[in-house]
Structures are given as C-alpha cells and as structure tokens.
C-alpha cells in the first residue's frame, strides 16, 4: 500500500496552480522517464495535445536547456540544464546512495518499511526506502514533502534544530488536519517537539496516515545539526498487538541511526 502519492495526478487541479506549468513539468517528466528519446508525435499522443500546443512547450523547454533536440532524427532528450541540476544534487545523493544499506538492514531487522527524510531548503524530503520482507508492506513515494509537524521523519528533524530556527520554522507552518489525531497548532507542536527531544526519536501515532505508526530518528552533521532522519513505518493495529516489537523496533533504530551520524561524519 502507498502512503503518499504524487502531489497532482493528470486530470487533477490544485488550488493556486499554474496549468501551463505543471503541463510543462509533466512533458519534462514523460522524456526523462522515457527509455529513448521522443518525437513531438508521442507527445501529442501521451497528453492529448494539438500539434502547435505541443511543439510550443517542446521548444519552450529546450530554448531553456531542459531538452535538446536532434537535428537528424528530430526526437526530443533530456537536456544540459538537467544534467547540471543532479551535479548540483550529487552531495545529497551520496547521502541517499551511501545510507541505502542502512536502510536495507533496519528494514530486515524490523521486518518493517523503513525510510530516509532529507532536510531541503527548510522541507523534509522523502528520499529513500526499503521494503521489509514482511506480508505487509508499506510502499512510499520517493520525492514527497512529509509535514515537520505530523510526519515521525519531520518531527525528528524539526524537534533537534536550533532553537531560533525551529521557531521560524513553526511560526510559518500552515496547519492540515491530515486525522483526527493530527497536531494542529504551535503550541501542542512544541510539546510534541520537547517529549521527542527528551527521548530521542519522534513518533507518528497515525497523525499524518489514519492506521500506521511511523518512528523516526535523526541524523546529526559534524556540529551536531539534523540534516537527515531515518524512519520506520508499522501498521498500527499490528504494533499495538505486540509491545515488545515496538520496544525492538525503537532498539533498532536508535542503533542504525546513531551509525549512521558516525557514518556522516567520516
């Protein structure tokens, strides 16, 4: 089962987004994803376009860099714009690379999903998982923002912050009742944050997701800051039918995370 999805499926509107933008993005995303290269015929055919809607955005893209064009075959790739990008990106992706066995080997110890939460620009990215070898299996989507105050993966980042910056933080935050057992406002949020910095680790006690229990740990930097958080993600209802699995599962990660800030560090 998923826990997230995508932010917008086609078909689907948001409130306050730009259409021709996010048509854009989803041509973009048709070509990266895409085994080869693809020609404006497949464009017109994938997203139902006309031909001089399709060809606009296909060359708006690459007078931006974000494609490149054949001149002999006339099919559109991905572009330098792009490549520069995941250079930029590759100090975060080592992190992603060199945590994965990590992640593997919670996943394997717990018989649960577990999973990786990068600190970006102030955001909690979903970066990584690994699926446990149990009957049920909790299936994320890498790429998804989890929210600071309900997220475990959030939570365990947001409660280590210094303080000047975990006040920025909250005082920006826009609340959504995700469940009923949803945190809702600063000050419940910092009581949360004060119970998670005194134990160690962060609980999602199906705030975020009605029916799974998320725990989560954070990773430190060489001064001490959160940069990372590693989780785990249980069905509820299975958890609170064995407390001592619960114990295990925070054993373990408490374990794993601690070697893997020792990891960040050399």
Not at 61 to 83: C, I, N, Q
Not at 127 to 143: E, P, Q
Not at 234 to 255: N, R, W, Y
Request: charged letters at 25%.
């Amino acid at each position: 089962m998923d826990t997230a999805v995508k932010v917008a499926r086609e078909g689907e509107t948001l409130p306050g987004h730009i259409q021709s933008l996010e048509k854009g993005l989803r041509i973009l995303d048709e070509i990266i994803e895409s085994p080869g290269p693809l020609k404006l015929s497949d464009i017109i055919r994938r997203f139902d376009m006309d031909r001089a809607s399709a060809f606009r955005f296909l060359q708006t893209l690459e007078h931006a860099g974000f494609l490149r064009k054949d001149a002999t075959t006339k099919e559109y790739d991905v572009g330098g714009r792009v490549y520069y990008w995941a250079s930029r990106l590759r100090e975060k992706t080592r992190i992603i690379d060199s945590f994965h066995e990590q992640l593997q080997r919670l996943a394997s110890i717990t018989r649960q999903t577990t999973h990786l939460g990068l600190f970006v620009n102030d955001r909690v990215l979903l970066a990584d998982f690994a699926l446990s070898d149990s009957i049920i299996s909790i299936r994320h989507v890498i790429g998804v923002l989890e929210p600071l105050y309900s997220s475990a993966v959030g939570k365990a980042i947001l409660a280590f912050l210094p303080q000047e910056q975990r006040e920025s933080l909250i005082k920006n935050l826009e609340f959504v009742q995700h469940t009923k057992s949803t945190i809702t406002n600063a000050d419940d949020l910092r009581i949360n944050l004060t119970v998670t910095r005194q134990r160690g680790y962060a609980i999602d006690a199906n705030e975020t997701h009605e029916g799974l229990t998320c725990v989560a740990r954070p990773i430190f930097n060489t001064d001490g800051v959160p940069v990372a958080s590693i989780g785990i993600t249980c069905v509820t209802a299975l958890v609170s039918a064995d407390p001592g699995k619960f114990e295990h599962i925070i054993e373990s990660i408490q374990a794993i995370g601690s070697e893997l800030t020792t990891k960040l560090a050399t």
